[in-house]
């Protein structure tokens, strides 16, 4: 169990899954919270509103030993949780770099910190993507599955759970990692299939749908996500992976025509594109590893899940608007317009 008054360090933490985990973390831990973010194009510092937590800000990089140290010395953290990533898969076929960079080798530089300074805990979120594409009638995969990535991205990060996890036979050190399936919910930047589904479809642009649709997914609401890496840190096994699945294998194109069904809108609406290079096909974790710990899912039905997400997306248009206004409506439209880094902020900011 966690210690109530310990010092938590989320890095990554006002990305999509970041954000909504302090959200959690302001109902169920009382101690203080360091966030350590570098502000990149889906890093918002507006996904921190309305929490209402002892806790301070960062702004600083993983892959950088200076920034890292810097943290670690003047907060001290007790335990790390690592969100910090680059995430996109069509981002990752452009350019692998960055994800090498933030997926590999900042994983590695938190390690070395987290042995310097003595962490009791070091907590790797990763993903479903390391099993690959799992064959049609092919069981779930479970955390003995062979890893075999089709992406730079789903590599970068397959590396970094690798990695992390050989810090505990080498070092000693108390790693555990979470993977899991296709996140959706409140806060997710407009590049990934949800948000920019809702999105266009009440602009009334057009849907983009790689291929025929038919890919499968297992989407798993956000908070459920959340509470499952909670869980992890203050449960799991020293060196274990733990899957966190949402238990909803769905074709993405079902997907599409719900929110358009939800909305109102047309089928019409749908265009569809070319595939991406190397798509997977179908992806699905068995999540029993995690359910043992007594982790459970509160939304099991991805249906009313997407009408909660559609709903938020509605009600706050002030969070997502200045996105929209840079016109970009497909995920190579989004890749060209966020090249570029947000405005400097203050380095320490109390939330």
């Given amino acids: 169990m966690i210690d109530p008054g310990s010092t938590i360090c989320v890095t990554g933490g006002c990305g999509f899954i970041g954000s909504n985990f302090l959200h959690l973390l302001a109902e169920v831990h009382k101690g203080r919270v360091v ?6 194009y889906a890093g ?29 010395q003047r907060f001290c953290p007790d335990y790390v949780v690592n969100f ?5 898969v069509d981002r990752s076929i452009v350019g692998a770099s960055d994800f090498v960079l933030s997926n590999v080798k900042g994983v590695q530089v938190l390690l070395d910190a987290c042995l310097k300074h003595g962490i009791k805990r070091f907590l790797q979120v990763g993903t479903d993507e390391v099993y690959g594409d799992i064959p049609a009638g092919a069981p779930p995969a479970t955390e003995e ?12 990060k ?19 990692v979470t993977r899991s399936s296709n996140n959706y919910g409140y806060r997710q930047f407009p590049e990934k299939l949800i948000p920019l589904m ?3 479809a009440i602009e009334n642009k057009p849907l983009p749908v790689y291929g025929d649709g038919k890919q499968i997914r297992d989407w798993i609401y956000v908070d459920d996500n959340c509470r499952g890496i909670w869980t992890v840190l ?15 294998q769905t074709e993405n194109i079902w997907i599409v025509k719900k929110i358009l069904e939800i909305l109102g809108k047309p089928e019409s609406l749908i265009e569809y594109v070319e595939d991406r290079k190397g798509h997977d096909v179908r992806y699905d974790i068995d999540s029993s590893k995690a359910a043992n710990l007594g982790w459970n899912r509160v939304v099991n039905d991805v249906e009313r899940g997407l009408k909660d997400t559609v709903d938020w997306y509605r009600e706050n248009e002030w969070w997502w608007k200045p996105i929209r206004e840079k016109k970009a409506t497909t995920t190579e439209e989004l890749i060209e317009s966020f090249k570029t880094e947000v405005d400097p902020v203050e380095m320490l900011k109390k939330y």
């Fill in 44 to 72: 918002r510092l507006e996904n921190l509103d309305g929490l209402r937590h002892e806790g301070v800000f960062w702004r600083g990089d993983i892959a950088n030993p200076d920034d890292v140290e810097e943290v670690f």
């Fill in 158 to 176: 397959t590396a970094g759970d690798l990695i992390a996890l050989s810090y505990v036979r080498t070092h000693d050190l108390d790693v555990v």
């Fill in 84 to 88: 910090a990533a680059e995430s996109h």
């Fill in 198 to 200: 809702i999105l266009n």
């Fill in 145 to 156: 599955s062979p890893i075999k990535p089709s992406s730079p991205y789903s590599a970068a």
């Fill in 234 to 248: 203050q449960k799991g096994i020293k060196g274990e992976a733990y899957n966190i699945g949402g238990g909803n």
């Fill in 35 to 40: 966030i350590l973010d570098r502000l990149t």
